[in-house]
């Protein structure tokens, strides 16, 4: 489903990566692992096209999405890509169930439908009955939860994750890897997640170990 193909790339004189190859599969579960500074969130951004290699290709399905512009990558972005982060960025001044709608209506959708989207989402989350509160009265977990919504809104090919339960403790940390895999099982979600946490790693269909810009074998 997704092909990255012999990714390099370099800031100033530093070759953080060091032609990458890799293949995701639907409805695989992959973590990515290794010390900082190996390149990990580099490889996910240029997977998610927030950053474009220095040269190799990424592939989704057939779709070369290296030689598009940034207005193609956007639109592309808002299609088939989540993204959540390990802090959840929801927006301050919105709703929970606002939050979730935002992507939705940046891809064209009415109102009613992602509305209607969003509080399937909530469901889904267990969260129906925090939909009309705002970032600051929801807990961590409750947070990283409407962020995992929100990365669904628009049903994309793959969720990208950052070390997304870097920032929570024990209990809400194996709630939200629980319900990486219940989504997987669920609905057939993708995942390629960055990760330090062992755990989570140990739990994942494929583990990929990057060491000094290069997958480690």
């Known amino acids: 489903?997704?092909?990255?193909?012999?990714?390099?790339?370099?800031?100033?004189?530093?070759?953080v990566l060091k032609g990458i190859s890799l293949k995701v599969e639907k409805g695989e579960v992959i973590s990515i692992t290794g010390p900082s500074g190996a390149g990990k969130t580099t490889l996910l951004q240029i997977m998610g096209s927030l950053d474009k290699p220095d040269s190799g290709r990424v592939l989704y399905g057939s779709q070369d999405i290296t030689g598009m512009n940034e207005k193609e990558l956007s639109a592309f972005r808002c299609r088939h890509i989540g993204f959540v982060f390990q802090f959840h960025q929801l927006l301050p001044e919105f709703t929970a169930l606002e939050n979730i709608t935002i992507p939705m209506l940046i891809g064209g959708q009415n109102m009613r439908q992602a509305t209607a989207r969003a509080k399937e989402l909530l469901d889904l989350m267990g969260l129906s009955d925090r939909a009309e509160h705002k970032p600051a009265q929801l807990s961590g977990g409750e947070k990283q939860r409407i962020a995992v919504a929100r990365a669904l809104a628009n049903q994309p090919d793959v969720i990208l994750a950052d070390e997304p339960s870097g920032s929570l403790d024990t209990k809400n940390k194996e709630e939200l890897h629980r319900l990486f895999f219940n989504l997987r099982d669920q609905l057939g979600q993708t995942f390629v997640i960055v990760t330090h946490d062992e755990s989570l790693a140990a739990m994942t269909d494929r583990t990929i170990h990057l060491l000094d810009g290069a997958i480690s074998r």
């Open 1 to 15: 489903m997704i092909e990255l193909d012999n990714i390099t790339k370099s800031f100033g004189n530093l070759k």
